[in-house]
């Protein structure tokens, strides 16, 4: 009876120590927690004006684009 006993213990120290399955799990839980921080940054503005991050960056660019457009080159 002893000798289960001390197998049993020996098998369940082994299974506590086991840590292989530990970095996958982590790994996917910072996947999710950037998931939800990235997907919080492009739908929510924290404006009242209903505009996105996206839109905001489309808007931004096309004003430099219209910027460069109308910039005259330098002569020197």
Known sequence: MIKLYSQAMAFLATY??????VTAIEYGLIAVAMAAMLSAVFVYTGTDTGVSLVDRLAGLFSNIATD???????DD
């Open 16 to 21: 506590k120590n086991d840590e292989r399955g």
């Open 68 to 74: 460069l457009a109308g910039a005259k080159p330098n």
